[in-house]
């Protein structure tokens, strides 16, 4: 009996690493994103830094074009979605760590654990 519980306390363990996973890989891949994005706009903050300040510059938006004043788009600022994409990652990177031990102490348990999981189908 405490066999098919521990067993069934490592498939919920399981299964919740596999969602915080995909969470965590998610909320990587959106930094990545925004890193793009900010290098594209310091780049294109150095190349308008070199216009004078009356000249009017465009910036695509959908299908149509607006004309912006430099000194405005020069002013770009680094959103706040990336604050919390950050403190995204460091929640999911805790729950992760919480999961591992988690798993860890169910194994420290019931070593023959261990053994019934690796001999278990891959569903």
């Known amino acids: 009996m405490a066999d098919e519980a521990n067993r069934m306390a ?16 998610q909320v990587q891949n959106q930094m990545r994103t925004k890193e793009g994005e900010r290098k594209r706009a310091y780049l294109t903050r150095e190349e308008l830094s070199q216009l004078s300040d009356d000249t009017n510059t465009y910036k695509s938006i959908g299908r149509k074009n607006v004309s912006v004043l430099s000194k405005y788009f020069v002013g770009y600022s680094i959103p706040a979605i990336d604050l919390v994409v950050q403190v995204s990652k460091e929640y999911l990177e805790k729950q992760m760590a919480e999961i591992e031990n988690n798993l860890r102490e169910l194994l420290q348990q019931d070593p023959g654990l261990a053994h019934q999981i690796m001999s278990m189908s891959v569903m």
């Open 10 to 25: 490592f498939i919920e363990i399981q299964s919740r690493m596999i969602e915080t996973t995909g969470k965590l890989k």
